[in-house]
């Protein structure tokens, strides 16, 4: 088991696009614990491959108190989204200390593959599905902070880059 560095906005490598899983094997499920371990410790209650540094389509989470529901999506893709959409006070590892109200469609029907490579789909709402949209965005690029105004962007953006030059 280890733990793995979770990157921190503005770092450019949280940009990039993930590339999807061909096969899901031995390397892919180390990978699937390392982030568990990665996250609980943390703690939090997703985490995206990008986030890691591993470009690749690949989220956990877990959204119960007690680590009792593990979940792996491997290549996701969300099928259908609810017009009625549901705002969450959105935290993210890797913009650390910042809680912003993010607005998403409640409910989302996603496929994707388990650890054993197998096929699955699920119909989710509430925490859960903001959770896994918040992930998926990251495999895309993308940050809970894009949705916010540019001005509000560039303080986090600011303040964290004082604290990283403050670290090294
Ligand atoms: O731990 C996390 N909490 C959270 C709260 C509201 C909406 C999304 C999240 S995901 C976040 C962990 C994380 O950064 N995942 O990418
Ligand atoms: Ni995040």
Request: proline content about 5%; glycine content about 4%.
């Amino acid at each position: 088991m280890a733990l793995l560095n979770i990157l921190e906005f503005p770092d450019p490598r949280l940009r990039k696009v993930a590339e999807p899983i061909t096969e899901v094997d031995d390397g892919i499920r180390q990978l699937c614990k390392d982030m568990f371990e990665t996250m609980y410790e943390a703690p939090g209650i997703g985490l995206a491959a990008t986030q890691v540094n591993v470009h690749k389509r690949l989220l956990v989470c877990d959204i119960s108190e007690d680590q009792s529901q593990p979940l792996v999506f491997i290549n996701p893709e969300i099928q259908q989204f609810s017009e009625a959409v549901s705002s969450y006070d959105e935290g993210c590892l890797s913009v650390p200390g910042y809680f912003e109200e993010v607005e998403r469609p409640d409910s989302i029907v996603i496929t994707a593959l388990d650890q054993n490579g197998e096929t699955f789909q699920l119909q989710i709402d509430g925490l859960l599905s903001t959770c896994i949209q918040h992930e998926i965005d990251h495999l895309n690029g993308k940050l809970f902070v894009d949705y916010l105004s540019p001005i509000k962007r560039k303080r986090i953006r600011s303040k964290l880059e004082k604290q990283h030059k403050k670290r090294a």
